[in-house]
């Protein structure tokens, strides 16, 4: 059994993780990538292409096999391209690590129908015919649940959409750590020091990324038009199209943040400026308000090509050499292991399995 140490408060670390599906677009840099390689810097990360949680709603919508393989690469050459190191973080694919899958399980086993069923975003995928969607995609939290835990991380860096899977997590740890208080003792822990309550990191003054085509939709890989997100493969020329092409309205631009009420692509659109290029927003209304939105735009392309076109060109460069990506995701997934493998045989032990 390991021998640990007095963990409370627990030893901080991350975990996070992204479906490999479509394309990755500038609301998922913004929103999560670059957050994530600013905390590889201070804390010990975890982040995972969850390709378990990727088939919960049917081939067609992840693709297939070939699919599938085509998205995990990808999803592992943007956080590269991004800026993560696999030298600092780990970085795998979840199915290479079994622990997952298996602590699901025992989490199927403490979970309750009732906590699943407030679940809002299987109500959303599942959509109107719901007797037709997988048990998988309605057990989608659990898995997710048990991705944290395995670790025994503390904190989540997430979307406010993933918040209310973080509160499950959270449940399922505290009623784990309450069901087996007196087998966690026998560890030489105290209840509450074997499962941590993994905290959500929610993106405080990170920008929400809308369309470029409606200012009030998030942007999203699956809004049929391309003209509504900037992908994280596009070339420059593409870039600046899409920035030029950006909806807008017909007032020029405000001075002052106040002014942006009302105006959602302005205001979507200054977003973007200030994120990229890490101003405030109400210094680009000094810079560019009163002013013809023809020429912010100019600038916004410029500021959008500057910053994501290398990401776009070391993305190729990676996905040129599968070899290599498949390589970081082994040794990301053997390190993984050596995290994971210990707590799992804990949980073991804890539930009573016969185990060596
Ligand atoms: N559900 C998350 C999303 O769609 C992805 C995810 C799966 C995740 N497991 C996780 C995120 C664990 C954080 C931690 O965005």
């Known amino acids: 059994m390991t021998a640990y140490p007095r963990l409370a408060p627990f030893q901080p670390r991350v975990f996070s ?16 990538l670059q957050r994530w390689v600013a905390m590889q810097e201070t804390h010990d990360c975890i982040y995972c292409i969850v390709d378990l949680h990727a088939i919960t709603q049917g081939p067609e919508v992840w693709g297939g096999p070939e699919g599938l393989r085509k998205a995990t690469r990808e999803v592992t050459a943007a956080y590269l391209a991004a800026g993560l190191d696999p ?14 899958a298996e602590l699901g399980w025992v989490f199927n086993c403490i979970a309750r129908l009732g906590w699943l069923n407030r679940m809002t975003q299987f109500k959303e995928k599942a959509g109107k015919d719901r007797e037709n969607a997988s048990i998988g995609l309605y057990d989608y939290p659990v898995l997710m649940a048990a991705d944290i835990l395995v670790y025994r991380a503390t904190h989540v860096p997430v979307g406010e ?22 087998r966690i003792r026998d560890l ?26 409606d ?12 003209y509504s997100r900037i992908n994280l493969t596009d070339d420059a020329d593409t870039i600046a199209l899409k920035v030029r092409k950006a909806k807008t309205d017909p007032e020029p631009l405000p001075s002052e943040a ?51 076109a290398p990401i776009a060109n070391e993305m190729r460069r990676y996905l040129a050499d599968p070899a290599t990506i498949d390589a970081i995701l082994f040794d990301g997934a053997d390190r993984a ?16 399995f016969i185990h060596r």
Do not use: C, W
Request: charged fraction near 25%; glycine fraction near 10%; aromatic fraction near 8%.
């Open 17 to 32: 993780g992204m479906q490999p599906t479509g394309n990755l677009h500038l609301g998922n840099y913004l929103g999560a």
């Open 87 to 100: 030298k600092r973080a780990i970085i795998f694919n979840q199915s290479q690590v079994s622990g997952h």
């Open 161 to 182: 959409d993933q918040k209310q899977h973080l509160e499950l997590a959270r449940d399922i740890a505290q009623k784990f750590n309450f069901d087996f208080s007196d």
């Open 188 to 213: 030489g822990l105290e209840s509450g020091e074997y499962l941590p309550l993994p905290e959500p990191l929610i993106a405080g003054p990170a920008p929400r990324v809308m369309s470029l085509r």
């Open 215 to 226: 200012g009030t939709k998030k942007m999203s890989k699956s809004d049929p038009s391309d």
């Open 258 to 308: 106040a002014g942006l009420k009302g105006r959602p692509e302005a205001e979507n659109l200054v977003t973007i400026y200030a994120a990229l290029s890490g101003d405030a927003p109400e210094a680009v209304l000094k810079e560019y308000g009163g002013g013809q939105f023809s020429r912010f735009k100019q600038a916004l392309g410029d500021v959008a090509v500057n910053h994501l």
């Open 337 to 352: 292991r050596v995290i994971a493998e210990p707590v799992y045989r804990d949980v073991k032990e804890i539930m009573g």
